[in-house]
């Protein structure tokens, strides 16, 4: 099957990420690599970086529907750096670019996306006033981020899986305690 203008294009880009950073990369270097003119480029895309967050999101969404959903942390860790992990010369590319936030928005979305599964696994019938549910989110959906963040930022030089499962087991009965706070909080 013959890939769509489209999808050539977002092979081609992925193809340049992998070789140089993004900052590197021009609208001319994509068509060259792909064989469409410019004016295909425009038609599908406003530019780089709406290329760029397309890719991501639909990334995004491939790892969320492959997966399972989070009854833990770690779960929540591993699933959104499953993303950085895949395609780690890219992400290390994009980091190293101007367009970062880009990816940082697109991974903050992730992360809040698995951090969901896990809180309506793990928080089941609690009965916890809504702000509280969605300060609990936010703080985990923070905590993944940031710890994704950091390893990126070190070029990924340690092996966060590891790390993660670390941090889950010092951590460990942190959620139930929360959980038994909100709930007598809102109880009372």
């Not at 309506?120 to 609690?126: E, I, K, P, R, Y």
Request: hydrophobic share 45%; glycine share 6%.
């Amino acid at each position: 099957m013959v890939p769509s203008a489209r999808e050539a294009i977002q092979a081609a880009f992925l193809s340049l990420l992998e070789e140089r950073p993004l900052r590197d990369i021009t609208v001319k270097d994509i068509v060259q690599s792909c064989g469409v003119n410019r004016n295909s480029f425009y038609y599908h895309f406003k530019d780089i970086p709406a290329l760029l967050q397309e890719i991501l999101a639909q990334q995004a969404e491939e790892i969320v529907a492959r997966t399972a959903p989070a009854r833990s942390l770690a779960d929540c860790l591993d699933t959104a750096a499953r993303l950085a992990m895949a395609h780690r010369r890219i992400v290390l590319h994009i980091r190293q670019s101007g367009d970062r936030e880009i990816l940082d928005r697109n991974l903050m979305e992730l992360c809040r996306r698995v951090v969901c599964s896990y809180a309506d696994t793990a928080f089941g019938q609690v009965p916890i006033l809504p702000e509280d549910r969605e300060i609990l989110i936010r703080f985990f959906q923070c905590e993944c981020f940031g710890q994704i963040a950091a390893w990126m930022d070190s070029g990924m030089r340690y092996d966060v899986g590891a790390q993660f499962h670390r941090l889950c087991q010092l951590g460990e009965g942190m959620t139930e305690l929360l959980l038994r706070r909100a709930a007598a909080e809102e109880g009372g």
